[in-house]
């Protein structure tokens, strides 16, 4: 009999649920893709609906509920931060206290109250577990290593920042791990806050934001802010930051070292701000290759798995990768505390004594990272016809022919297809797509589509047999999760600066693909595969047959301060909203010239069925 268990993280941020069945992923997503709610923290209740619906099931179906945090070790933590902060931040603690005091201590009642809310059948025991071991499970159990290393790293958990793991058969254990107050991810944070972007959401603008600057500031960091070690462990000087005692990140120690007052959000970005995010994010990977290094060390492994909110940062994952210390890494790519509702779920199942069955096959058991909702051809006809939106339904070859052939001419396509992702990257199922070849379509799709900072850059999707050909690569990357530089062949040879700086550097041809080259010649790549991606795939060889290119931007389908798109409806929704040309929606095409004017109007946004 198949054994259920079901996975949640809540009431931080990113809340999301995942369900296992006999240790294996059969569907996870985020809430905020239900409530519409960015990084929405709340009970992921519709989550829970979500993957219970998939399964066919009902909570009494479901051997154990996992959450992915151990409250009281938060809590512990907590109160010992308000005790060595006293009297400072007694304000916070006198706010917080009430919450931790009730029903943030006991989050497995909470939990368990929330899921009986939802009436699909008797709650099954709820168990906590150590937030950075649900990092960790998720990192390493569905990775396609027998064995591994396993870094960790985040902003803080219950109590660790950073953990090393070694992964073997279906156990983990833990072999060093560091504390808060010392955190390479409120690190990043700091950055973040003190270069105007929002804390646990701006950080990729962070990231983004590097290659124009300098690391003017990266000595200053390691001298005034950070004690690393040689290996890799370190210590905060806390005296400059401000979260231990108030409600920022930083405060008057930040201006003094980085010559004034923190950017507010939306003011101009300057030279400053480029420099600091550069100066950050060198430091960050060489604590991160450290890291590394000992973590081989220490377990004598040949492959490592990373998650934690830090591995996102697919730019110190690249450079990981390239600096050889490992033959391949692995990345989780729900690695937030999103991801933390699977590796709960995952790590109960193999206490439970579910096999890794997948390992040996050369494939991950993440099916791609397909986990989300689809939704049937009929139903969306149905719900296209009801509204009379003009629409035609080619057969598959057709569409994709037809697709391919629009993109070539420049336009943009609204791709929505399949089971939704799980994690914050759009991998070809909610994706808007165009042509990389176009030097314009970069500025066209921030201004015009996404609405966002247009120093943004955009990813690459290609397909994985041609990646080789066009990016400096040294493994596979099906999760956009790692940087790399563009292959000698396809960089301009001595490209015009002419005295370019800043955001104007973004304007600069540097390759035959520059709508998704970056201005230090790099790219968040996503190698494209026929076993995991067969339709998206069909389309980038379509693409590659007409143009020559196997390479397509790919972003995610949505707009500035809005989740990924979850249902047809949202898609239809933003393809009106936006300049984007054609939507492809499951089997159906919807031209943007034949469409009749746009209104806002709640008939639009009518449920479809997610059966």
């Known amino acids: 009999m198949t054994e259920l268990i079901l996975g949640i993280s809540a009431f931080y941020h990113d809340s999301a649920a995942a369900l296992v069945a006999d240790g294996v992923p059969v569907a ?40 992915y945090e151990d409250p009281v070790q ?140 300098t690391p003017r500031w990266a000595d200053i960091i390691r001298r005034e802010l950070i004690d690393i070690k040689p290996d890799g462990s370190f210590r905060l000087n806390l005296r400059h930051f401000s979260y231990l005692r108030g409600r920022t990140m930083t405060g008057r120690g930040f201006e003094e070292l980085f010559g004034g007052e923190r950017r507010l959000p939306e003011q101009p970005l300057t030279q400053r701000e480029f420099d600091l995010a550069a100066s950050v994010q060198e430091v960050v990977e060489e604590v991160l290759l450290r890291l590394a290094r000992t973590s081989r060390d220490l377990t004598g492994e040949e492959n490592l798995c990373l998650a934690g909110g830090v591995a996102l940062n697919c730019v110190a994952n690249g450079k ?24 709960a779920a995952l790590s109960a199942a193999a206490r439970h004594g579910a096999a890794r069955t997948h390992v040996g096959s050369g494939a ?137 700086e800043g955001l104007d550097l973004l304007r600069v041809a540097r390759s035959t693909v520059p709508a998704v080259t970056h201005v230090d010649s790099s790219a968040r790549v996503q190698t494209v595969h026929e076993r995991t991606h067969p339709l998206f795939h069909d389309l980038l060889t379509a693409f590659r047959r007409r143009t020559g290119c196997p390479v397509l931007v790919n972003t995610s389908f949505n707009v500035r301060g809005e989740p990924i798109v979850c249902t047809p409806q949202e898609a239809y929704a933003c393809f009106m909203r936006t300049d984007i040309d054609l939507l492809a929606l499951g089997g159906h095409l919807v031209h943007k010239d034949r469409q009749p004017q746009w209104r806002e109007a709640a008939d639009w946004r009518e449920e479809i069925p997610l059966d």
């Open 320 to 343: 990981i990768s390239e600096a050889g210390t490992f033959d391949s890494l692995w990345v989780q790519p729900a690695a937030g505390d999103a991801g933390g509702a699977l590796g």
């Open 364 to 500: 991950d058991a993440m099916s791609g990272a397909l986990l989300g909702p689809a939704f049937d051809d009929r139903e969306m006809a149905a719900y296209l016809d009801r509204h009379a939106v003009p629409h035609s339904r080619p057969g598959r070859h057709e569409l994709v022919e037809e697709v391919a052939a629009a993109l070539a001419d420049g336009k943009v396509v609204g791709w929505f297809q399949g089971r939704m992702e799980f994690g914050p990257r759009a991998l070809g199922s909610r994706s808007i797509l165009g042509d990389p070849r176009d030097p314009r379509m970069q500025s066209t799709m921030n201004l015009k589509i996404k609405f966002r900072e247009s120093f943004r850059p955009f990813a690459p999707a290609v397909l994985a047999q041609d990646a080789g050909d066009y990016f400096d690569l040294r493994q596979d990357s099906p999760y956009m999760l790692m940087v790399a530089g563009l292959s000698d062949g396809q960089r301009v040879a001595d490209p015009d600066l002419a005295g370019a």
């Open 74 to 213: 938060k809590f512990r933590r907590v109160m010992a931060t308000f005790v060595g902060t006293a009297p400072r931040g007694y304000p916070v603690f006198r706010d917080r206290l009430p919450e931790w005091t009730t029903w943030r201590l006991r989050a497995a009642d909470t939990v368990r109250r929330q899921l009986a809310r939802l009436g699909a059948g008797p709650v099954p025991d709820v168990v906590c577990q150590e937030h950075h071991e649900s990092h960790a499970a998720s990192a390493f159990l569905p990775s396609p290593y027998a064995s591994a290393a396993v870094l960790s790293v985040d902003g803080v958990g219950d109590w660790a920042t950073t953990t090393i793991w070694h992964g073997r058969g279906s156990t983990l254990a833990k072999r060093a791990e560091i504390r808060f107050p010392h955190s390479l991810g409120l690190l990043y944070s700091a950055f973040t806050y003190f270069c105007g972007f929002k804390v646990d959401s701006g950080e990729y603008k962070l990231m983004g934001l590097a290659p124009y600057g």
């Open 28 to 67: 996870a997503a985020q809430e905020e893709r239900f409530s519409r709610r960015r990084h929405d923290p709340s009970f992921p209740a519709n989550a829970v609906r979500y993957c219970l619906r998939e399964a066919g099931a009902g909570l009494g179906d479901v051997s154990e509920v996992a959450y």
